[in-house]
């Protein structure tokens, strides 16, 4: 196992469904609070972001399991998008990286969020100009992020498209360009991540004590920053599809293995 900086290699990461005794233990006495990631997550990773449909069983998996104990979708998505997209009411769903919140009991925008609404929106307008003429270059407005998608673009087109986005982010200081699975970002930058939202979401249910158990399942490299948050107090679990460095405990393989951890777990509780 190669460990740096709390890191460790993500091949070296043990299957949590191989540790759900440990698992059990660890439940011992404690309440659990399950967030999970929507994309490469819950489902597989697919060519266009609209065709990314939850699997009947997960939701019916879920809608188990939120009977049971309290879940979060915390998403790059568009809030509205995630929680279209998962349709389970007892959940909350954080969208645009944690900028807006919702739960049974309403629903919050982060201020600094908003003040970024005039940059977010004349950025749009640019990056619809400059990647007008690239083919099967894809812009994903969310409310708090615009997302170029470049999975289906033509390899040569690549450096292009980062030349136009780079150029479009260096005109806002309120902006900042991120990185994802075959896609550019726009988001505010503002100090705000998976992580915060996880911690955010913990205060505001309450669930901030020793008898709590928080868990979090992600794929991407914006789940890490929910990772380091649990390294002591939870269990983060990797969905693995390439090695890196993660701060993850374990790790499954594939959306197929979220849904039957999520189904184990469910069955582990009262
Ligand atoms: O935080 P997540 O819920 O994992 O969202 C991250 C991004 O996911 C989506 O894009 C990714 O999935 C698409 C569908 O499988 C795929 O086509 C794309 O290449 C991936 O980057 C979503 O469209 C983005 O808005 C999210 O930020």
């Given amino acids: ?22 698992l059990k233990k660890r439940l011992r006495n404690k309440r659990p609070v399950v967030f999970i990631d929507y994309d490469g997550t819950l489902t597989p990773i697919v060519d266009r972001p609209e065709r ?28 509205a998008d995630v929680r279209n997209r998962v349709a389970v009411e007892k959940i909350h769903y954080a969208g645009s990286h944690g900028f807006e919140i919702a739960g049974p009991d309403g629903q919050i925008e982060l201020q600094q969020g ?14 619809r100009q400059g990647l007008a003429s690239i083919p099967c270059c894809q812009i994903e407005r969310k409310r708090f992020a615009i997302a170029v998608h470049f999975r289906r673009a033509a390899a040569d087109q690549f ?10 982010a260096a005109g806002y200081r ?13 988001r505010p930058a ?33 789940d890490e920053d929910a ?3 649990l390294r002591r107090t939870g269990v983060a679990i990797l969905v693995r599809d390439e090695v890196r460095p993660t701060a993850a405990h374990y790790a499954v393989e ?17």
């Avoid at 196992?1 to 440990?22: F, K, N, Q």
């Avoid at 990314?52 to 399991?65: G, I, K, Q, S, Y």
């Avoid at 309120?174 to 726009?186: A, H, N, S, V, Y």
């Fill in 227 to 229: 990772f380091r948050c």
């Fill in 114 to 127: 908003r003040d970024c609404l005039p940059s977010l929106d004349q950025a749009e307008k640019a990056l």
């Fill in 190 to 222: 503002a100090d705000w991540d998976k992580g915060r939202a996880l911690q955010w979401i913990l205060r505001q249910w309450q669930l901030g004590g020793k008898d709590v158990l928080p868990l979090y399942l992600g794929d991407d490299l914006t």
């Fill in 254 to 270: 594939n959306p197929d293995e979220v849904q039957r951890f999520l189904q184990e777990l469910a069955v582990l509780l009262p």
């Fill in 52 to 79: 990314a449909d939850l699997p009947a069983e997960t939701r019916r998996v879920l809608r188990v399991l939120s009977d049971k104990c309290p879940v979060a979708i915390v998403s790059g998505r568009d809030l």
């Fill in 159 to 168: 450096a292009g498209i980062a030349a136009v986005v780079n150029e479009v």
């Fill in 1 to 22: 196992m190669t460990e740096s900086g709390g890191l460790i290699r993500s091949d070296a990461l043990p299957s949590v469904l191989e540790h759900m005794e440990d």
């Fill in 174 to 186: 309120d902006l900042r360009r991120t990185g994802g699975k075959m896609i550019l970002e726009l």
